[in-house]
């Protein structure tokens, strides 16, 4: 099923003060727009998944690109591609993040590790956990937890709806195209 995003312009009176931030910019958010109550809702889950997560800039995106690519969500992936660039993550790490987690650095692989098994068995092992704790502290596993199901939600949306990618995020990637990793 294809739903086009609204245009923020024409967006109802409860969500009208949302329309000038991120949510009137990105396709994603201007789709989930079609359903106001659920927009405001998510606000502040995203705030605080967004800017005031325990797992810092540089693990949050790649929690983030994990569960994008395990969704197999190109709309996120790419997004996110870019957002990594401006928090300092370099090509060949965003790239490795698709690969088997072998390939990755070592604190790159236990989070892959806990998202996977988010994704795979619905739960982190004890194992992963405690490793994960170690490196983030008990709310970073609680933040990366909710990471990956906030960006569940968004990847849901964006395949069941068919949300097209934002232009600009298309022709950054056409521009600056993500380097494969190193062989």
Known sequence: MSLKPLDPATWPPEISDMAGGYAGRLNVYRTIAHHPALLRAIDTLREHIVNQTALGPHLSEVAILRAGHRLASSYEWDQHILRARARGLSDARIASLKGPVEKMAPEDVVIATAVDELFDARMMSPASAATLERLVGRQGVFDLIATVGYYSILGYTLK????????????????????PPPR
Do not use: G, I, M, R
């Open 160 to 179: 069941s709806f068919d949300v097209p990618q934002d232009d600009d995020v298309t022709a950054a990637l056409v521009e600056t195209p993500l380097e």
